[in-house]
């Protein structure tokens, strides 16, 4: 069959599989073939077990793999054959040199962009997929302007903004899609042809274009004013638990204007995930290269509050708790980042867990997605945690039990039955305020939310 577009991704990780596969899936004319240096992650694409886990892409892989969504390894030969090359290689922070701990690693994508140079054989659009600092396409043009002969290049950026566990939804139904490009002829040209590709199934309003430094600079600001969003409500939750006011009243009051909106006000030990901070801490870099450093220390604060907010909780729980944990048996229930995933990358229990155990707490920590990733973040201190699927024999012969993940189950576990296996007083710290409260302290639990007074049997002892 004769394909009307042939389109290469470079990089099947969480962005460019689900991606890809959406595309494939909605022009099935289209012939979409994705690579990876890693050869073991395209094995797993073409195997029944998808090397990412997302509700509905399974159905869509079975849909469009060997039809018109391949996996392949021959990068360069698919470089050759290929017109339109979406780059979607991590980026990830840099752990060394000037910017470590900040800036983004880009050695990855420049080697991506001097493959393509190297194997081109025709004129190509390449599109940036990965989140990146704004100007990298410069980087990108420079390397791809070097090419000898008549081979031109237009580089575009059109960031993805999927949540994970959402991804397939957010594709099909984004909320915008956006891709900007150079203002020039070709620019333009090029913008429109990947235009054409999204108006297959997202409507004409939603697709927004614009100059190529926005593009770049739009993903990391979304991110960035999301992450915003959840330490304010968290620092809020902090003078909450002061005041007695309820940062759920709070909330509700606050995000019912119609200008502030409800969303991302939900109170918690703090934000994780693989973007988050690496685009905050990227945004930052990039303020105080520009000499901009108010708006840098302004950012910035946005990270030093979702950590001033986890050493919060686990204060909490040692002044609570006696102010001693030594010895003490605690069950995290939870440790992906967020429900419906079994990510644990950044994930705020692989901190606290940490803390807990340097008091000499005995931790067990139970998940229902998560427990193989956080043995893998938890290998140095192997024998000092116990991994139990079962939230109620994981909670059997505990002190207390701290909620990290906001995973529905929680909701609905037999309290009852947990606090009669629990060594008393039995605490509850519920770090996602996904429990109900009065319910747990009427069964005998004192209960600590976050941001809302302690229902507790021990008045004298004050939070912090
Ligand atoms: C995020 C962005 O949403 C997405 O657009 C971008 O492409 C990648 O980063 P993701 O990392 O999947 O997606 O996580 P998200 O659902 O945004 O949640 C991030 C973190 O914030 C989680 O740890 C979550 O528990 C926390 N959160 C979110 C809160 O604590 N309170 C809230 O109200 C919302």
């Given at each position: 069959?004769k394909?009307k ?24 004319d ?28 399974d159905?869509?892989?079975?849909k ?15 470089i ?11 980026t ?7 910017g ?11 080697k ?44 575009l950026?059109?960031p993805?903004?999927m ?5 397939m ?17 070709s ?18 309003e ?12 739009s993903?990391l ?8 969003r ?14 007695d006011a ?6 509700k ?13 939900k109170?918690?030990?703090g934000f ?8 905050i ?5 990039l ?12 950012w910035?604060s ?13 204060a ?6 006696f ?27 692989i ?33 000092k ?25 929680y ?8 606090y ?16 109900d ?9 004192n ?13 004298d002892?004050?939070?912090?």
């Open positions: 069959m394909f577009k042939n389109i290469l991704c470079i990089g099947a990780g969480y962005v460019g599989g689900p991606s890809m596969a959406m595309i494939a899936y909605k022009c099935p289209y012939r979409v073939t994705v690579v990876d240096i890693n050869s073991a992650r395209i094995d797993a694409w073409n195997s029944t077990e998808l090397p990412v886990y997302e509700p509905g892409l159905a869509i892989i079975k469009t793999r060997g039809k018109n969504l391949f996996f392949a390894k021959d990068i360069e030969n698919q050759k054959e290929n017109d339109i090359i979406f780059v979607s290689v991590n990830p922070t840099k752990t060394f040199g000037a470590a701990g900040q800036a983004s690693d880009l050695q990855f994508l420049e991506t962009a001097r493959q393509i140079l190297e194997h081109s054989q025709s004129p190509k659009i390449v599109i940036e997929k990965s989140t990146l600092p704004v100007k990298t396409a410069l980087a990108m043009e420079r390397i791809l302007a070097s090419a000898k002969g008549k081979i031109t290049f237009e580089v950026s059109n993805e903004f949540a994970e566990g959402t991804a939804t957010n594709l099909e139904k984004p909320d915008r899609v956006l891709i900007g490009s150079r203002e020039t002829e620019g333009l040209k090029a913008r429109a042809q990947l235009v054409d590709i999204y108006a297959r199934w997202v409507p004409a939603k697709i927004i274009t614009s100059n190529i430094w926005s593009a770049e600079l993903k600001v979304a991110n960035a004013f999301l992450a915003q959840v330490s304010s409500i968290n620092s809020i939750s902090a003078l909450c638990e002061k005041t309820d940062i759920s009243e709070v909330a009051a606050v995000g019912m204007d119609g200008r502030i909106g409800s969303k991302f006000l109170a918690g030990i994780g995930g693989s973007c988050f901070k690496k685009d801490l990227n945004l930052v870099y303020c105080s290269y520009y000499g901009l450093q108010d708006v840098a220390d302004y910035e946005v990270v030093k509050i979702n950590e001033y907010q986890q050493d919060r909780f686990l909490n729980i040692l002044g609570s708790m102010n001693t944990l030594a010895g003490k048996k605690i069950c995290v229930l939870g440790f992906s980042f967020k429900a419906d995933t079994g990510d644990t990358r950044e994930s705020p229990a901190y606290i867990t940490r803390k807990l155990l340097a008091e000499h707490a005995q931790v067990v920590i139970s998940d229902p997605k998560a427990l193989k990733n956080a043995a893998i973040d938890l290998a140095s201190d192997k024998g945690i116990s991994y139990v699927e079962d939230p109620y024999s994981a909670a059997s012969g505990c002190h207390a039990l701290a909620i990290l993940t906001d995973w529905e189950l909701r609905k576990l037999d309290f009852q039955k947990i009669k296996s629990m060594v008393k007083p039995a605490f509850i710290f519920d770090g996602r305020n996904i429990i409260h009065k319910k747990c302290f009427d069964i005998g639990f209960v600590y939310p976050i941001g809302k007074p302690a229902l507790s049997r021990f008045e002892q004050s939070s912090f």
